[in-house]
């Protein structure tokens, strides 16, 4: 059964930090591209963040670069979000995605909030 269970998500204030993890099973994590999506209502899915196999290699859209950072901890078949100034224009329902088109994997998970507010 394959399962990506993210957590982490909640009101924050401008400004402030929030982590989001990203728990999978089912599969061979470390055999595949991890990232991070979002989508706002009203809005399209948006992909915020992109983690290569080994974890060598990130990127980030420009509307959160240089404030949020993707990591993978493969032992633990974990990848993380951390997001620092966060902003109201932040809030969304963030989803993990696990991707290997060569393996034909393309799982998702069923999203945490985040909702940026004084």
């Known amino acids: 059964q394959v399962q990506l269970v993210e957590s982490g998500g909640g009101l924050v204030q401008p400004g402030g930090s929030l982590r989001l993890s990203c728990a999978a099973s089912g599969f061979i994590f470390s055999r595949v591209t991890m990232n991070w999506y979002r989508q706002a209502p009203g809005k399209e899915r948006e992909l915020v963040a992109t983690?290569?196999?080994?974890?060598?290699?990130?990127n980030y859209a420009d509307s959160v670069k240089g404030r949020f950072t993707i990591s993978r901890e493969n032992a633990k078949n974990t990848v993380y979000l951390q997001m620092n100034s966060l902003k109201p224009e932040d809030t969304a329902m963030y989803y993990c995605n696990a991707n290997r088109r060569v393996y034909g994997i393309d799982h998702w998970g069923k999203g945490t909030l985040v909702t940026v507010s004084s």
């Open positions: 983690i290569t196999v080994a974890g060598d290699s990130t």
